[in-house]
């Protein structure tokens, strides 16, 4: 049998397949995804593309090309601060942000078959778990 270390590695390593496998996000990148979630659930907090960063681990010069792009695309804009005009805060464009929406709730119909099939208790603990095991993973990686 094998040690619980490789048997929970296995474990990470084939849910981690499955969601890259599955396309999870697929009518846009996973990084650009990752960031309009970040900001459509900012509510009325101003984040930076710093605090993007922080908040993903992504590297500053890959976040500018996220950032670009969602620029490009419409789904974001930039605001400078008036009251510093080093602060640049990066905000969801609402009325164009639909291909995230679109991609947002078919996430949600993946994830609520999910719980049917587990079961609101299991979700809920599993829920509580992965709290636990992001809050350790970035106290080890730090």
């Not at 593309?49 to 681990?57: G, I």
């Not at 291909?99 to 078919?106: C, F, I």
Request: contains cysteine; charged residues 30%; glycine residues 2%.
């Amino acid at each position: 049998m094998e040690n619980l270390d490789e048997r929970l590695l296995s474990a990470w390593l084939q849910l981690s397949v499955q969601i890259i496998n599955e396309r999870v996000v697929s009518d846009m990148p996973f990084n650009e995804a990752l960031v309009c979630n970040l900001l459509s659930k900012a509510n009325d907090s101003r984040l930076t593309a710093t605090d993007l960063c922080e908040k993903t681990r992504i590297l500053k010069s890959q976040m500018n090309r996220i950032l670009n792009s969602l620029e490009e695309q419409g789904l974001i804009y930039r605001e400078r601060s008036t009251a510093d005009k080093r602060q640049v805060y990066v905000m969801l464009n609402k009325e164009k942000s639909g291909l995230y929406e679109r991609e947002h709730t078919k996430n949600l119909q993946l994830v609520n078959r999910i719980i049917e099939k587990l079961g609101r208790e299991k979700a809920e603990s599993l829920i509580g778990d992965l709290a636990a095991i992001s809050a350790i993973t970035e106290e080890v990686f730090s």
